[in-house]
Each structure stands twice: as structure tokens, then as C-alpha cells.
């Protein structure tokens, strides 16, 4: 990987970062309604991951899906936009926190009922099979999603009819506020496609640089051998499930070590190291991540509200 595209992945890592933090004080201002679901802690996932996509492979996630917009290339404008509820939002206001997409970049949202969304993607893989194309479609979920029947159904289908998915578990080690070890009967989340004949990995989900290793190996293997393929990335949220949790079944010692371990920080450390980019250079690319969200926010904030009129648009497919 060339040093533009490295530095172009720290860019987005600390932009996701500088959103989110900025995003929460705008939800406890009230500017921000409805749940709000931070990626602060997990941005080398995604990061990792869909800097390893082809742009013709679809991507599809669940409602923590801040990051994964940004960096599937939505603009902080849209994304600003629509936490707001502004008709410049990527869903016109729509959608909000947890229903980001775009078509165009082949981003198929962000969806809120969870685990709800693997039978779609088990759908999208479907579909390029009848066209008889190659892409792959990348299926983003959390750990809490592999204990209900979308999962089991959703992987026990790809396999049988040999769908290319990558499936992918953010493992961040709660399901809300429960622990894997309390609602898994495995301890590792990868453990679960052995049932399916399914091939697997488990890897570190706060070292960008493992992740898209892991990843572009991953995506290979489904194009290639035309077979899913389950990838467990193990992170960690820094904040709690959504700005409500109070935050009870864990404590802050725990939060702490993991935040020791910072993934944007493990990140800076191997550039430097690598002589990619000098501290100076990493401060400068930091200051313009800022400034961009704080661009984002003025931008959604002059955004106009949606029409009342409008409420029903967009809900159905007009008669051609």
C-alpha cells in the first residue's frame, strides 16, 4: 500500500472520530433526535475493511453505521446533514442515525432491526448470481446479531446455494449490554460458521492495517472460490451501546485498557515508524479532519428542514 493510501486511511479514521465526538455534543444539545449509536473505538474496522473493497462490491451494515458511510465516501456534509434531519442529508432527512445510504456508492444502509439485514444481503448476493457477475457483497454486523435465526438462516442459505458474502462480525464484546461470553455458547464468534461448512478468521480489530490484510484476503477467497466467508473482527466501542446507556454492566478500568489500545493511536505509531508521515504531517491531517466536521456542521445546520408535504415521497416507487 502506497503512502497516499495509508495517510488517506488515517484521514478517514480521524474524521470518524472527530464526527462522532462532535455528534454526541449536538444530541445532548437536543439538535440530534431519535438513537444515536457512536463508532468511537471501532473505526479501524471499517476503515480496514472497505479501503480492501472493489467500488462494484455492495456493502450493507447495521445502525452503527457513522463510519462505514464515511468511509464507503459519503461526505461529513451528508452525514451531518441527515443526523440532523436536514433535506441535504444522504436519505433527505429521512432516515437519520441509523439508515444511512447511497446507491450510488453502493452502500445499501444502515439498518436498525438487528440482524434484520443478513437476509437482505443473503438477497443482494442472490441477485449478481442471476447476473452472473463476480461482485461480492459485504454484510457488517455485531456481535449480537449471531444468536437470533436471521444469522443462522441468513449464512445456512449463502452456503447452500454458494452465495458471494463476506459475512462480518464487529465483535466489540457486547450485545447492548451483555457480554458475549453470557449469550454465546462459543467463545469465539467465527466458531459459529463451522456449522455451515463456512471458512473463517478472527482477527484484530484495532490495528487498521490487520484488518485490511485480513479483509482483502477474505474478499478474495469469496470472489475466487464463489463461497461465503466469515471474518470476526475483535474491537471495542468506547462509549456506551447508544447516548442513553447509562453504561452499568461494565466498568471503567475495563473502558480504560481498552482505550489504551486505541486504534487511531496504534495507527499514528506505525506510520511514524514506517517514516510514512512524520508527527507534524499526522497533526496537520488531524487539524483538517476537525475542520471538516466543523465545516459539515455548519453546512447541515444552514440545511432546510424537510416539507410537511413531502413526508410521503420517497416511500414507494412512482407508477411509471
Known amino acids: 500500500m502506497n503512502k497516499e493510501r495509508l495517510l488517506q486511511m488515517y484521514y478517514e479514521m480521524v474524521l470518524i472520530r472527530r464526527l462522532e465526538e462532535r455528534g454526541a455534543e449536538l444530541y445532548q444539545a437536543g439538535k440530534i433526535g431519535g438513537f444515536m449509536h457512536l463508532y468511537i473505538g471501532q473505526e479501524a474496522v471499517s476503515t480496514g475493511l472497505i479501503a480492501a473493497r472493489e467500488p462494484r462490491d455492495r456493502l ?3 445502525y452503527r453505521d457513522h463510519g462505514v458511510a464515511i468511509n464507503a465516501g459519503i461526505s461529513a456534509n451528508e452525514v451531518m446533514a441527515e443526523l440532523l434531519g ?12 441509523m439508515h444511512m445510504a447511497s446507491v450510488e456508492k453502493n452502500m445499501w444502509g444502515g ?7 443478513l437476509p437482505i444481503a443473503a438477497g443482494l448476493a ?6 452472473g457477475n463476480d461482485n461480492v457483497t459485504i454484510c457488517m454486523f455485531g456481535d449480537g446479531a449471531t444468536n437470533i435465526g436471521y444469522f443462522h438462516e441468513a449464512l445456512n442459505l449463502a452456503k447452500t446455494w454458494n452465495l458471494r ?4 462480525c464487529e465483535n466489540n464484546q457486547y450485545g447492548m449490554g451483555t457480554t458475549v461470553e453470557r449469550a454465546s455458547a462459543v467463545s469465539e464468534i467465527r466458531q459459529k460458521a463451522d456449522g455451515y461448512g463456512m471458512g473463517s478468521e478472527r482477527v484484530d480489530g484495532m490495528d487498521v492495517l490487520a484488518v485490511y490484510e ?10 475466487t472460490r464463489s463461497e461465503p466467508y466469515l471474518l470476526e473482527i475483535v474491537t471495542y466501542r468506547f462509549r456506551g451501546h447508544s447516548m442513553g446507556d447509562p453504561e452499568r454492566y461494565r466498568t471503567q ?8 489500545n486505541d486504534p487511531i493511536a496504534i495507527f499514528r505509531k506505525k506510520l511514524t515508524a514506517r517514516k510514512a508521515a512524520t508527527h507534524k504531517a499526522l497533526d496537520e491531517i488531524d487539524a483538517r479532519a476537525e475542520m471538516e466536521v466543523e465545516k459539515a456542521i455548519e453546512f447541515a445546520e444552514a440545511s432546510p428542514e424537510p416539507e410537511l408535504d413531502d413526508l410521503f415521497k420517497d416511500v414507494y416507487v412512482e407508477e411509471v
Open 126 to 131: 442472490l441477485g449478481d448470481q442471476y447476473a
Open 253 to 260: 478500568g475495563e473502558v480504560k485498557k481498552w482505550q489504551a
Open 165 to 168: 458474502v463476506l459475512w462480518v
Open 111 to 117: 439498518h436498525a432491526i438487528v440482524g434484520g439485514h
Open 214 to 223: 485480513a479483509s482483502q484476503k477474505a474478499i478474495d477467497s469469496v470472489r
Open 86 to 97: 436536514k433535506v441535504t442529508g444522504i436519505s433527505k432527512g429521512r432516515g437519520g442515525s
Open 60 to 62: 450493507i451494515t447495521a
